[in-house]
């Protein structure tokens, strides 16, 4: 077996360990990860064209709300939410504040004098942006999620801290996301494993679609979404350092 490279989020899943070590590796040797990849969800090289490529799609251009994840392998898509003129939800790193999402539209930029892609980064969207609690958000078109590795069958692994799985709970217990809503990740074909690599458990949240540089792949789901948060699986660090699972809890 592989050897694991060592992160923060190492050590709760041994098999996910490895493939996403496998993952890092693969991308730094052929080139393909734009800074460095290892304990990231990795930016990689054609991220822009997969990011107009999710823009083709019908579900992205009825959709008036997208959630993006903050990573900067996601930097193009919320880039290119804001440029379609899009209410952009990005979530506060690790769901730390009482106002755990960031809000940015186009159209608020524009009166501040400010381009969408002063907002499109992390940091900029955190400067720039509005922060709001779930009761203020509106119901949820399309989710993008980053990954580390996915398989066509609609799995997936991020980094291993669990947030994204996290998120996707609470949105759906308050009914802003739902069973239907597309999942998103735009990743470079490297991060596309068969699925025998890629175990999935009761709280993972699967893939409706996965866009490359040069592909779409609709997923073919074998198994239902989460209907909302799995308390078991809710790790005690979390419920003390998130104060919106400690309000759903009570």
Request: net charge negative; aromatic share 4%; charged share 20%.
């Amino acid at each position: 077996m592989s050897e694991i490279t060592g992160t923060a989020w190492s050590g709760r899943h041994r098999a996910k360990d490895v493939l996403r070590s496998e993952i890092w590796s693969q991308l730094a040797q052929q080139g393909a990860a734009l800074g460095e990849p290892v304990g990231h969800i990795p930016s990689f090289v054609g991220g822009d064209e997969a990011a107009d490529r999710l823009a083709q799609l019908p579900f992205w251009q009825q959709a008036k709300i997208i959630k993006c994840n903050p990573d900067t392998a996601q930097v193009p898509v919320r880039l290119r939410a804001l440029q379609d003129g899009k209410k952009l939800y990005m979530a506060v790193p690790r769901l730390v504040q009482e106002k755990c999402f960031v809000e940015l539209t186009a159209l608020d930029l524009q009166q501040r004098g400010l381009e969408p892609r002063a907002a499109a980064t992390h940091q900029g969207a955190m400067k720039h942006g509005c922060l709001v609690a779930f009761e203020e958000m509106e119901s949820i078109d399309v989710v993008v999620t980053g990954c580390v590795a996915v398989s066509r069958d609609g799995g997936r692994t991020g980094k291993g801290a669990g947030f994204a799985d996290l998120e996707l709970g609470i949105l759906r217990q308050l009914g802003l996301v739902q069973p239907d809503t597309p999942i998103v990740t735009t990743v470079h074909p490297l991060q596309v494993v068969d699925s025998s690599h890629l175990p999935m458990l009761s709280h993972d949240w699967s893939l409706t679609w996965i866009i490359t540089p040069n592909e779409v792949i609709e997923t073919q789901l074998t198994r239902s979404q989460p209907t909302g948060l799995e308390w078991a699986k809710v790790r005690p660090e979390q419920l003390e350092s998130i104060p919106v699972l400690r309000h759903l809890k009570e």
